[in-house]
Nanobody
Framework: VQLQASGGGLVQAGGSLRLSCAAS????????MGWYRQAQGKQRELVAI???????NYATSVKGRFTISRDNAKNTVDLQMNSLKPEDTANYYC???????????WGQGTLVTVSS
């Protein structure tokens, strides 16, 4: 499974960005996709995940501001980020869990910088 993320960049506080991640390869075992982030000097943390049924889960810090969505036909997962704050600054990583390989796969990371 290969994951290609895009959409990061620099935005002012209060602005919006949309991240996108495309999965390729042996994708048939994927039952969950999501986004994690890692700020400088901090551990990687969950941002949002979506499972095949459509159920979602969000970090408390992003609830009401971020929305995760998945297009099963295109094998993509997007993260719409609104009302961005400087503390959202981090490298954002796309993630997929495969039941065929029973492991996580990670994209290369895309940097989001929110200026105050």
């Amino acid at each position: 499974v290969q994951l290609q993320a895009s959409g990061g960049g620099l935005v002012q506080a209060g602005g919006s960005l949309r991240l996108s991640c495309a999965a390729s390869g042996n994708i048939f075992g994927i039952n969950r996709m999501g986004w994690y982030r890692q700020a400088q000097g901090k551990q990687r943390e969950l941002v949002a995940i979506i499972i095949n049924s459509g159920s979602t889960n969000y970090a408390t810090s992003v609830k009401g501001r971020f929305t995760i969505s998945r297009d099963n036909a295109k094998n993509t997962v997007d993260l719409q980020m609104n009302s961005l704050k400087p503390e959202d600054t981090a490298n954002y990583y796309c993630n997929a869990f495969s039941t065929e390989y029973f492991r996580d796969f990670w994209g290369q990371g895309t940097l989001v910088t929110v200026s105050s």
